[in-house]
């Protein structure tokens, strides 16, 4: 079935660093990706997001890759900021359309 | 934050009762899904509606029910609660039944006991 998962269940960086988190999918129609943070106790909350006809687009301090021939995406986030301490959670809307399938996330941990 | 908002906040039922979670949906959006999320998890797809009818189900058992409201806020319900049905229940609203930049609300932390 469809599947979205991360690479490394949690990632520890120093403040100011570049955090890389990965994410690998299965379903080679998927032609939509988004991006969520979760902080303790809240909901997800939408990052960014990147079509299949993209390979890369960028936001503030983030910017989503997008390797189609692997099935793989990657969030990178510059200068690491304590407040960026969060799960992160990559997803991808099922075949249907009507749901967004989450991989289990990655704990960002960032030290000052 | 989202202008999705989800209550209770907290809440704590016996194993066999029966709950209610409510949401209401940011203005504009028309589409409303739920998901549980358990500890350590990523959420999981309930079911989602669109316009007051259900618009898709995931591999919840049928005690697992919802409804959604002319202004498009959203009930789920669940009926003879077990100790696993203990969640996050995230709401989350959307324009139209696509795959489109979803908003969550902050969920209703379940405790059964």
């Known amino acids: 079935g469809e599947s979205v998962g991360l690479h490394l269940p949690t990632l520890s960086v120093q403040e100011g660093d570049n955090s890389i988190i990965n994410c690998a999918y299965s379903n080679s129609a998927s032609d939509y990706f988004i991006w969520y943070k979760q902080e303790s106790g809240k909901g997800p909350q939408f990052i960014i997001d990147i079509r299949s006809n993209m390979d890369k687009r960028q936001g503030q301090r983030v910017t989503v890759l997008l390797n189609k021939t692997v099935k793989h995406l990657s969030l990178q986030i510059a200068a690491t900021q304590p407040g960026d301490s969060a799960v992160y959670f990559c997803a991808a809307p099922n075949q249907a359309g009507t749901a967004l399938i989450f991989g289990k996330g990655t704990t960002l941990s960032v030290s000052s | 934050e989202t202008g999705v908002t989800q209550s209770p906040t907290h809440l704590i039922k016996t194993r066999g009762q029966q709950v209610t979670l409510r949401c209401s949906s940011q203005?504009?959006?028309?589409?409303v899904s739920w998901y549980q999320q358990a500890l350590g998890q990523g959420p999981q797809f309930i079911f989602q509606?669109?316009?007051?009818?259900?618009?898709g189900r995931g591999n919840f058992p049928p005690r697992f029910s919802g409804l959604q409201f002319p202004n498009y806020s959203s009930e789920l319900n669940v009926n003879a609660l077990e100790l696993d049905d203990s969640a996050l229940y995230l709401c989350?609203?959307?324009?139209?039944?696509?795959?489109?930049?979803?908003?969550f609300g902050q969920g209703t932390r379940l405790t059964v006991v």
């Open positions: 509606y669109y316009r007051e009818e259900e618009n």
């Open positions: 203005s504009g959006h028309n589409t």
């Open positions: 989350a609203s959307s324009l139209e039944s696509t795959e489109t930049e979803a908003f």
